[in-house]
């Protein structure tokens, strides 16, 4: 009966439980602390059945420590941003591991949904509004500069000298549940500025907190650059080899000195497959603007092809000139137009059939599905209108989608969040609640 009883509803013990019945010991490298922030853990009393013939001790591993040194947590808790992990050590020790996951709340808590949110800022004033909500925290030289430091009205007094301690106010702010990716401020530096910028990152938020952000490149080298600022630019998939892997070369160097890179810069599908052999922790999929464009697009080729005003093949080339889709000096307006009715098809071939601009998404979610990169997510971003954030909210409810929901993040600002927290039976019943108390 009681067998039956354990099998039907998994009855469960902690470790506490287990040491406290002689069932097993605490090794002798796991002091009282350390054993405190495990003690709660539960197994279920069949696992333990299974492993209680291999298993005498109970522990914690290293990197546990390690962990718990380079975190600031409260006593008798594991940190939030961890997975508790069981792994059986040497001489019959089960030991505790913890494993980034921004997925899970402290002591190994998951957060309430699959998908999670991230804070598309680094003011943190506004941070401090959705902190508690958020898994991450994505920035770029744009946020930083434009959108924070050098903006007076958002920088008031300027309180925040520089990026650094930007950083250090921000990792106050959310705690160590979060991740922050910061991007290189110029990808194109030498290796030795670079790896310094990402040792001063490091310093403030430590390995576990850092996401290093790199940019793909395109056509840009060091040498182009500075012609690219000033408006001269070449056609974005024209030019050498070398440069439009430079940005998945120094991805996969980053990564493979044992940092997490947030590999940004995605709005095409097939960006996808080529950006996951850089072994990134986070790749991204723009949506909005390419959305904008495709409908632009789409909109001229319909009034081209119903007048045959050639008008429209002039409005063409000069939005996708304006739209970087050609290059600066590019004057053919035959190629132009071919090339729009390329892009508008490409963007309306997705397996689902559907025209809400999240092609992008639905084909990187599958080809995530099938990579060997089980804890690399997909960041959907650049939300900007009340309609894309509907059909993303309605498209993660697609049944092909659901085994993918936890890798998933959607970033934006927080005033675009926040307008999703309301509707109009909000003011209808506040009214009637409010004057009830009254």
């Known amino acids: 009966m009681f067998n039956s009883v354990v099998e039907k509803n998994e009855m469960k013990c902690s470790l506490e439980a287990l040491v406290s019945s002689g069932q097993l010991k605490v090794a002798s490298d796991t002091d009282a602390q350390q054993f405190d922030r495990i003690k709660n853990i539960e197994i279920s009393v069949s696992e333990f059945n299974q492993m209680k013939d291999l298993v005498k001790y109970v522990g914690v591993t ?10 600031d947590v409260e006593d008798g ?12 050590g040497a001489d019959g020790c089960l030991q505790i591991d913890l494993k980034r996951d921004i997925a899970f709340m402290k002591n190994g808590v998951r957060r309430p949904t699959n998908v ?11 941070v401090a509004t959705m902190k508690d909500l958020i898994a991450n925290l994505t920035t770029n030289p744009q946020i930083i500069y434009s959108g924070f430091l050098n903006n007076p009205k958002a920088n008031a007094g300027g309180q925040f000298k520089d990026r650094f301690e930007v950083l250090k106010e921000l990792k106050k702010l959310v705690g ?7 991007e290189l401020n110029n990808p194109f530096a030498s290796e030795e500025e670079i790896w310094e910028e990402i040792a001063q990152m490091e310093e403030i938020l430590s390995k576990y907190q850092l996401v290093v952000k790199v940019p793909h490149t395109g056509p840009i080298n060091a040498e182009n650059v500075g012609a690219f600022l000033g408006g001269e630019y070449g056609q974005y998939d024209k030019g050498e080899a070398k440069d439009f892997f430079y940005g998945h070369n120094l991805a996969y160097k980053i990564q493979d000195k044992g940092y997490r890179v947030n590999f940004t810069l995605m709005a095409e599908p097939h960006q996808t497959a080529l950006a996951l052999q850089a072994r990134p922790y986070f790749i991204n999929a723009f949506v909005e603007r390419r959305n904008s464009q495709t409908k632009e697009l789409r909109s001229l080729l319909k009034n081209l092809d119903e007048t045959k005003d050639a008008f429209y093949k002039e409005e063409i080339h000069d939005f996708m000139r304006k739209a970087d889709m050609l290059a600066s000096e590019d004057g053919d307006m035959e190629a132009a137009v071919k090339k729009a009715r390329f892009l508008v098809d490409y963007r309306s071939g997705d397996l689902s059939g559907k025209n809400d601009g999240l092609d992008s998404v639905r084909h990187s979610l599958r080809v995530l599905k099938n990579s060997n990169l089980p804890d690399t997510r997909l960041i959907v971003c650049n939300l900007k209108s009340q309609q894309m954030y509907v059909d993303l909210d309605r498209m993660l409810t697609e049944p ?15 005033d675009y969040f926040a307008q999703f927290t309301a509707s109009p039976t909000v003011y209808c019943y506040q009214r009637s609640f409010l004057s009830s108390v009254k």
């Open 62 to 71: 290293e990197e546990f420590k390690n962990v718990i040194e380079a975190v």
């Open 77 to 88: 808790v594991t940190p939030a941003g961890f997975r508790q992990e069981m792994v059986l």
């Open 116 to 126: 999670l949110y991230s804070a598309n800022t680094a003011n943190p004033f506004e």
């Open 176 to 182: 160590p549940g979060v991740d922050i990716s910061c």
């Open 400 to 414: 092909e989608f659901d085994c993918m929901k936890q890798r998933v993040i959607v970033t934006c600002e927080p």
